[in-house]
């Protein structure tokens, strides 16, 4: 079952939070909220226990409001209520959601400028024309986090939607793609039909677009499902598109296949705005904010910020909280503040143990649980070694504290880590995908719109 732009979300939301808390914290308290609707300034998410709605406002408010600014680039809070509020269902039954996921990523309130406008072109070619059969396919977009992919992706989505509301389509993120097949692969072994109903989905839909599709290198079996996937839909004349933070070519460990099907694709690169296009992407979010700003602070926050969308709308949002609350016309001395603060605050967050294990169990096809146990067969023992050796190279932690995260000793930690060294000299496939698994998890580290 497909989820709703207000769960999508709501998913992007949990990815994000997680990479602030630990597993056990995240199954302990957030695994059952349930989003209710979105309105301004609020993000309005439901429980069915008092008491953890008390932990989480007491303990978490902080990060769960960070994570929710930082996929929805608006400043919005978290607001938790019990499930029997029945005031709260009755606004949400009213309101329809308030203002889905969707409603931020149209081609309307995408700027178009020379770094982009390719791609823009391309994808919006993909939106209107599917009808007998897709224009570009597959359409492979690609360049580095924070440019415009995944609004373009989500674009396509909500044109075909509304000018052909019979098709199915399917937006997903690779690392949802890949969750969502080892999920089906596991409870398959217990005789549950999940891989059938995970083929189903993806399968029979007028469209797949899957976000970040590099997330999948290196994971065979996932990279198989996918291959079979695209084939399927290809053969039926079914319209793909993908996005990747860098070329097909520079992802060494993307089966051959995939590359072979991707590189015969339509490309559209997209590198970091002009100073054009981040004056209009200003402008556009001024206006959407309902505020006025002078053209030199406008060209001075877009001479300043010059290689991330987010952070331009970032400092819009702080003018507008600024002029609406102080009442006063912002001058460069208080843009020159929210600059560095927006700055200080897009800085990527610091790589977590528990992503490492997660990104590489994936990879290695092993479980998490069995790269923290002293089961000692050789996949699992290169996993281990593969695991410590990235969190030395991702991380600031000691071997001691790395070891304390692997329940090694320090000693442990630096045998392997040396191992590893060795082992990745003459192994170039290996040591392809250990830098595929460091560039993943870098870039989910620093946000991928």
């Known amino acids: 079952m497909s989820l709703s732009p207000l769960e999508t979300v709501w998913a992007a939301i949990c990815d994000e939070l997680k990479k602030s808390i630990s597993d056990v914290t995240f199954n302990c308290f957030f695994k059952d909220l349930v989003p209710v609707f979105m309105s301004d300034g609020e993000f309005t998410i439901s429980i069915n226990d008092q008491h953890i709605k008390g932990l989480i406002e007491n303990n978490y408010s902080e990060k769960l409001n960070a994570a929710i600014k930082t996929i929805i680039g608006l400043d919005m809070v978290a607001r938790i209520v019990v499930d029997e509020d029945e005031e709260v269902i009755l606004k949400a039954e009213q309101q329809s959601e308030g203002l889905s996921f969707e409603d931020f990523f149209t081609f309307q309130n995408f700027i178009v400028g020379s770094t982009n406008r390719f791609a823009h072109a391309a994808a919006l070619a ?105 084939n399927a839909l290809y053969q039926n004349g079914k319209q793909i598109v993908v996005t990747l933070d860098r070329p097909v070519k520079e992802i060494k460990t993307l089966d051959e296949r995939i590359r072979s099907r991707l590189e015969g694709g339509f490309y559209g690169d997209i590198t970091p705005p002009d100073f054009e296009t981040r004056v209009g992407i200003v402008n556009k979010k001024a206006e959407q904010s309902g505020i006025t700003l002078d053209e030199a602070i406008v060209y001075y926050i877009a001479e300043h910020i010059k290689s991330n969308t987010r952070q331009l709308e970032g400092v819009v949002k702080k003018l507008e ?37 997660v990104e590489v169990a994936h990879t290695y096809n092993v479980s998490e649980a069995d790269i923290l146990s002293n089961r000692r067969t050789a996949s699992l023992a290169l996993a281990r070694q593969v695991a410590m050796y990235i969190a030395r190279e991702t991380t600031d932690l000691s071997y001691k504290a790395i070891g304390e995260s692997f329940g090694k000793d320090h000693t442990t930690v630096l045998y392997n880590v040396n191992r590893i060294e060795e082992f990745l000299k003459d192994k170039p496939y290996q040591k392809e995908l250990v830098e595929d698994i460091i560039k993943n998890l870098r870039n989910n580290a620093s946000g991928s719109y």
Request: proline residues 6%; hydrophobic residues 40%; without cysteine.
């Open 126 to 230: 993909v939106a209107e024309a599917q009808i007998p059969q897709p224009t570009f396919n597959p359409l492979v977009i690609y360049g580095p986090s924070g440019v415009g992919k995944t609004h373009l992706m989500l674009a396509i989505k909500n044109h075909i939607k509304n000018k052909y509301p019979h098709k199915v389509v399917e937006f997903v993120r690779g690392e949802e793609f890949t969750n969502q097949f080892i999920q089906a692969l596991n409870q398959g072994k217990l005789g549950l039909p999940l891989v059938e109903e995970f083929r189903n989905k993806y399968r029979n839909v007028d469209v797949l677009l899957l976000d970040d599709i590099h997330f999948i290198a290196g994971k065979e079996t996932t990279q198989e499902e996918f291959f079979n996937t695209f």
């Open 321 to 357: 909280a600024y002029i609406n609350i102080q009442n006063k016309v912002p001058t460069v001395a208080v843009v020159q503040t929210f600059i560095r603060d927006i700055i200080s605050d897009d800085k990527p967050e610091p790589i977590q143990i528990d992503n490492i294990i």
